[in-house]
């Protein structure tokens, strides 16, 4: 019995280091908030209130893969425009510094007419 009482503590024991030594996210995902698409072109901003050194966004036609579409580096605010008339999806992440890149957010959708 005190063996099985002794592996129960240390199996418990392993459990709560690993917890507590679970990465942090030190870059958070930045919120992608498009305007415009009325015309051939969007607006964007990434609007988490965080500090990053720059923006990748990745987009194409409604429904592709997450990889296959076309991926630019912007900076807050800029613009993508020349496309052409579709429903595409957008995501974004953010850069925080060399290679350490923020998740992606979630994809947001735009008619271009």
Not at 35 to 56: K, T, V
Not at 78 to 99: A, V
Not at 102 to 113: A, L, R, T
Request: with cysteine; glycine share 14%; net charge negative.
């Amino acid at each position: 019995m005190i063996s099985f009482v002794k592996n129960i503590f240390l199996f418990t024991s392993l459990i709560l280091l690993l917890v507590s030594c679970e990465k942090k996210d030190t870059c958070p995902t930045p919120v992608l908030e498009i305007s415009g698409g009325g015309s051939n072109s969007i607006s964007f901003s990434m609007g988490d209130g965080i500090a990053h050194d720059f923006f990748e966004i990745e987009y194409g036609l409604n429904g592709f893969s997450k990889g296959a579409g076309t991926t630019v580096q912007v900076n807050n605010y800029q613009s993508i425009s020349g496309l052409t008339p579709g429903t595409y999806d957008f995501y974004g992440r953010g850069n925080c510094g060399g290679t350490e890149w923020s998740g992606w957010s979630e994809p947001k959708s735009v008619v271009i007419n």
